[in-house]
């Protein structure tokens, strides 16, 4: 089969095409639109950020010869917003169908946040972050057939559904997306079941290496909130250990201005894995502002194998985060502090030497259309 490459430009004139389009639908002409094509519906957002260290690097350090770097910017071993001065996050276009039926949903994703959410995609596909259809079998039952979003986890890729605009350590080492089947079962008005057959995770084009990863899913929601207890277990490549992670999420409004969420995961792949939990509590102060926190502690399990973890051998984590939602509008300013200790020195500081922690700060801007 002939192989399509899309180039750098051809991509930039793809996405500028649909924003153009999406800029031209006003609030008026995207109710022509939904009478025009009934079901069919455009969204997405475009977030982009600074972000600089108190304690840390923020510039790579050339040595004696000036062009040899000997150190470089720092940043916690977390995904995305880790770029130093002014940054871009990712234009984010979704494109769905929703019919009584049947549907789709085609996510698609450009820039620096976009590419690390689809990091084991190739070729063409790596602009996109979901690509599903599913089919409504009865009222209770949808399957879809696919690459979507983990179901695992409190936080998510897109920075719209996300408090704190920086990730977790939980989100960043856990999964990102999978490709598969699942069926979403409706049990009654308040409990739901999920089951799945995937790809080895985040291997959303294709599968390499012939074997599967199963999905389960319990969840319970009411007015106030919901609870969902996720399971994956299996193979990620040939000759490992089987994967195997369970996770906890819930969230739930105490009153109308507290709400408090909460996290708690444990991951073992071929005798290396993690754990940890994070609390979320946010207080809605006015109308336009909130103000979260995000506590976490995070273990690794490197069991003598220091090459697959990232802070080094068995380290153990803390982060507070500290963000605020400014919304005016579709837009939501979010200013952030934040502090990363670990239990050894795998920072450096602005004098180059060795510390165990590092704060920073960084004010973000996200747009939803």
Same mark, same amino acid.
């Given at each position: 089969?002939?192989?399509?490459?899309?180039?750098?430009?051809?991509?930039?004139?793809?996405?500028?095409?649909?924003?153009?389009?999406?800029?031209? *639908?006003?609030?008026?002409?995207?109710? *022509?639109?939904?009478?025009?094509?009934?079901?069919?519906?455009?969204? &997405?957002?475009?977030?982009?950020?600074?972000?600089?260290?108190?304690?840390?690097?923020?510039?790579?350090?050339?040595?004696?010869? =000036?062009?040899?770097?000997?150190?470089?910017?720092?940043?916690?071993?977390?995904? $995305?917003?880790?770029?130093? =001065?002014?940054?871009? &996050?990712?234009?984010?276009?979704?494109? &769905?169908?929703? &019919?009584?039926?049947?549907?789709?949903?085609?996510?698609?994703?450009?820039?620096?946040?976009?590419?690390?959410?689809?990091?084991?995609?190739?070729?063409?596909?790596?602009?996109?972050?979901? @690509?599903?259809?599913?089919?409504?079998?009865?009222?209770?039952?949808?399957?879809?057939?696919?690459? $979507?979003?983990?179901?695992?986890?409190?936080?998510?890729? #897109?920075?719209?559904?996300?408090?704190?605009?920086?990730?977790?350590?939980?989100?960043?080492?856990?999964?990102?997306?999978?490709?598969?089947?699942?069926?979403?079962?409706?049990?009654?008005?308040?409990?739901?079941?999920?089951?799945?057959?995937?790809?080895?995770?985040?291997?959303?084009?294709?599968?390499?290496?012939?074997?599967?990863?199963? =999905?389960?899913?319990?969840?319970?929601?009411? #007015?106030?909130? #919901?609870?969902?207890?996720?399971?994956?277990? =299996?193979?990620?490549?040939?000759? @490992?250990?089987?994967?195997?992670?369970?996770?906890?999420?819930?969230?739930?409004?105490?009153?109308?201005? $507290?709400?408090?969420?909460?996290?708690?995961?444990?991951?073992?792949?071929?005798?290396?894995?993690?754990?940890?939990?994070?609390?979320?509590?946010?207080?809605?102060?006015?109308?336009? !502002?909130?103000?979260?926190?995000?506590?976490?502690?995070?273990? %690794?399990?490197?069991?003598?194998?220091? %090459?697959?973890?990232?802070?080094?051998?068995?380290?153990?984590?803390?982060?507070?985060?500290?963000?605020?939602?400014?919304?005016?509008?579709?837009?939501?300013?979010?200013?952030? @502090?934040? @502090?990363?200790?670990?239990?050894?020195?795998?920072?450096?500081?602005?004098?180059?030497?060795?510390?165990?922690?590092? #704060?920073?700060?960084?004010?973000?801007?996200?747009?939803? !259309?």
């Amino acid at each position: 089969m002939k192989q399509i490459t899309i180039t750098k430009m051809q991509k930039f004139l793809i996405f500028a095409s649909i924003g153009l389009w999406n800029i031209s *639908v006003s609030a008026q002409e995207s109710e *022509v639109l939904e009478e025009a094509l009934p079901g069919f519906s455009i969204g &997405g957002s475009v977030d982009t950020y600074f972000r600089t260290n108190f304690n840390g690097l923020n510039k790579y350090v050339y040595g004696p010869d =000036g062009e040899t770097p000997i150190a470089g910017p720092q940043a916690p071993a977390t995904a $995305f917003a880790n770029d130093p =001065g002014f940054a871009l &996050g990712m234009a984010n276009v979704i494109l &769905g169908y929703e &019919g009584e039926k049947i549907g789709f949903v085609a996510d698609l994703v450009f820039g620096p946040r976009g590419e690390e959410a689809v990091f084991l995609s190739m070729g063409s596909s790596n602009i996109v972050n979901q @690509l599903y259809v599913y089919y409504n079998v009865s009222e209770n039952v949808r399957l879809t057939l696919g690459d $979507f979003n983990t179901f695992l986890g409190y936080e998510v890729i #897109s920075p719209v559904d996300n408090f704190n605009y920086s990730t977790s350590y939980m989100f960043s080492y856990g999964p990102f997306s999978h490709t598969g089947l699942k069926a979403d079962i409706a049990l009654n008005n308040n409990w739901s079941a999920m089951l799945a057959i995937m790809n080895p995770t985040d291997y959303t084009e294709f599968d390499p290496f012939g074997v599967y990863t199963f =999905g389960a899913q319990l969840g319970y929601s009411n #007015s106030s909130g #919901s609870a969902y207890l996720n399971l994956i277990y =299996g193979e990620q490549a040939p000759g @490992l250990d089987p994967t195997f992670q369970i996770d906890l999420t819930t969230g739930w409004d105490f009153s109308e201005a $507290f709400y408090l969420g909460l996290n708690t995961t444990y991951n073992s792949t071929d005798d290396v894995g993690f754990y940890g939990v994070a609390l979320y509590p946010q207080i809605q102060t006015s109308e336009n !502002f909130a103000i979260g926190l995000r506590a976490e502690y995070f273990k %690794e399990l490197a069991n003598g194998h220091d %090459e697959t973890v990232v802070y080094n051998s068995d380290a153990n984590l803390t982060a507070f985060t500290l963000t605020g939602n400014y919304t005016v509008g579709s837009l939501t300013i979010k200013p952030e @502090l934040r @502090l990363d200790s670990v239990d050894r020195d795998v920072f450096i500081n602005q004098d180059l030497e060795p510390t165990d922690n590092l #704060s920073s700060f960084i004010l973000a801007a996200v747009y939803a !259309f």
